[in-house]
């Protein structure tokens, strides 16, 4: 039997992170926060990340800013099989969900099924596509389908992280991508997530929205 999920954090971990607490340290964003937002940049490829307090607020923000800079009634396809927090930000953001039939090989996304819904009347205008259990959706196909018909491609790579698709790293193909380090993960920092993006101004919507608006974690020098 190969089991589903084991420890990521084992008592060597848990005494090392008693130690470091004895130092007083700063708890919240501090050098830490971002030594570990550069070094998963650089590994998974992408530009820039930004360190969340969970994979679930991770997709909200994706969304959220998307709405910012595309305004109202945006429609949203995303695969029926996903975690209840890739449906749920959709609906709290007043967008429309598109369910997206999955296949039985990586179950992912149909793609035959992603292409009628691309070319029907009700034309999504993003796909958040999730990578479940390691597995890797077909992104060239998927890619090729967004950039054809302009919809916004999202990564969810929460269960998925480290998962490549022809030496490429998920969560380097969307505009954004979402990972969680939640417990139970591949990466763990006991509760916390990432979102990653090429994007500078992305980037600083996502600053701002993690802070509730405020802009002072933003580059000084612009």
């Not at 940049?41 to 360190?51: A, D, E, P, V």
């Not at 998927?142 to 969560?171: P, R």
């Amino acid at each position: 039997m190969i089991p589903l999920v084991k420890d990521t954090i084992d008592s060597k971990d848990i005494d090392q992170l008693i130690e470091w607490l004895k130092t007083y340290p700063k708890l919240t964003k501090g050098d830490n926060t971002l030594k570990l937002e550069e070094t998963f940049t650089k590994w998974i490829g992408t530009k820039y990340s930004i360190f969340v307090n969970s994979g679930s607020s991770a997709n909200l923000l994706m969304l959220y800013a998307l709405k910012y800079l595309k305004g109202n009634n945006l429609k949203v396809a995303v695969p029926s099989l996903c975690w209840a927090t890739d449906l749920s930000p959709i609906m709290q953001l007043d967008m429309t969900p598109i369910l997206v039939d999955c296949n039985l090989n990586d179950l992912s996304v149909d793609v035959k099924h992603l292409e009628t819904i691309f070319t029907s009347e009700n034309k999504p205008d993003i796909l958040l596509l999730v990578a479940v259990l390691g597995l890797s959706p077909n992104m060239d196909i998927i890619k090729k389908l967004c950039d054809e018909y302009d919809v916004i491609l999202l990564e969810d790579v929460c269960e998925s992280q480290g998962t490549m698709f022809n030496n490429q790293k998920l969560g380097s193909f969307g505009l954004m991508s979402s990972f969680s380090t939640y417990f139970g993960h591949t990466m763990s920092t006991i509760e916390g997530g990432f979102i990653t993006t090429n994007d500078k101004s992305l980037y600083d919507i996502l600053i701002q929205l993690r802070s509730h608006g405020w802009d002072r974690d933003l580059d000084k020098n612009k």
